[in-house]
């Protein structure tokens, strides 16, 4: 399994990348993708709205972002190559004191939704939303879970 966290444009690091990086293989492990491969950016408003505009047409910042390597026509060159989950840490750290959770659990959920959709799961329906929703919850209590022997291999 390959986890690669990095962060850009970020004036202040509000969760460790070490710390996101254990709860991707943790919810990489949870979903039996010990082969996968995962990039995650942490970003600020200002690199993700970006994205946001050039990729989804949406002229604003949102939280998070998933960029699949698995969808499209065409045959897949790597199959373990799940793709790209970019998260803005300024939104995530918005929306956490709305909640009133802590960023981490913040930066986790939002982690595990970019996730189900880098696996093809999407929330267009209220069934979709039911089902993504779930998995979600089972991500992020996988994730959230204290140090098992699982994480010492």
Request: one cysteine or more; hydrophobic letters at 45%.
């Amino acid at each position: 399994m390959s986890v690669l966290v990095r962060s850009e444009g970020l004036k202040r690091r509000s969760v460790r990348p070490a710390e996101v990086r254990v709860r991707a293989e943790r919810m990489l492990r949870a979903l039996d993708l010990d082969d996968a491969e995962l990039s995650i950016l942490l970003c600020d408003d200002e690199a993700i709205h970006a994205l946001n505009r050039a990729y989804r047409r949406q002229d604003r910042p949102t939280d998070v972002l998933a960029f699949a390597m698995r969808e499209g026509d065409g045959p897949l060159v790597r199959p373990e190559v799940l793709g790209d989950v970019v998260i803005s840490l300024e939104t995530a750290r918005r929306q956490a004191s709305a909640r009133g959770v802590a960023i981490v659990a913040e930066v986790t959920f939002l982690m595990a939704h970019g996730l189900l959709h880098l696996l093809g799961y999407d929330h267009q329906t209220d069934e979709e939303e039911r089902r993504m929703s779930a998995r979600t919850d089972a991500l992020v209590a996988a994730a959230s879970v204290r140090r098992s022997s699982r994480d010492a291999t």
